[in-house]
C-alpha cells in the first residue's frame, strides 16, 4: 500500500512559480513509477508528467513542457513538481499518482494510488 499526499498548492500571478510536493508512506515508494496529473472544473483529469522509479525516465505533457520539471527522492519518499511561468490555463487540482506496474503510462487507469490533490490557481 501506497498513501500519498500532496502539498505546496496555493494562488500565483501569471508567470509565477509554484513548487509541489507529494509525500508518500509505503515502504516499496521507490519501485513504483509516479506521476502528476490535474483536473480544472469540468474537465477529464488529465496527465501532467511522470517520472518512473530511478528517475531515468521522464516525461511531460506538451503543454507543460519546458514549464515544469519533476523529481523525486527515493530516500526521503517524496516527488516534486516545479512549476515555472505559470498560466491561466494551468488552474486546476493537482493530482499526485503511483502505478504498481512497472511500466510508462499516461492514463488515469494505469494508476492505483492517488493523493487528495492540491488547488493551483493562476491569476492572469
Known amino acids: 500500500q501506497v498513501q500519498l499526499v500532496e502539498s505546496g498548492g496555493g494562488l500565483v500571478q501569471a508567470g509565477g512559480s509554484l513548487r509541489l510536493s507529494c509525500a508518500a508512506s509505503g515502504r516499496t515508494f521507490s519501485s513504483h513509477p509516479m506521476a502528476w496529473f490535474r483536473q480544472a472544473p469540468g474537465k477529464e483529469r488529465e496527465f501532467v508528467s511522470f517520472?518512473?522509479?530511478?528517475?531515468?525516465?521522464?516525461s511531460y505533457a506538451d503543454s507543460v513542457k519546458g514549464r515544469f520539471t519533476i523529481s523525486r527522492d527515493n530516500a526521503k519518499n517524496t516527488v516534486a513538481l516545479q512549476m515555472n511561468s505559470l498560466k491561466p490555463e494551468d488552474t486546476a487540482v493537482y493530482y499526485c499518482a503511483a502505478a504498481s506496474r512497472n511500466y510508462y503510462s499516461e492514463r488515469v487507469g494505469s494508476y492505483d494510488y492517488w493523493g487528495q490533490g492540491t488547488q493551483v490557481t493562476v491569476s492572469s
Open positions: 517520472i518512473n522509479w530511478t528517475g531515468s525516465l521522464i
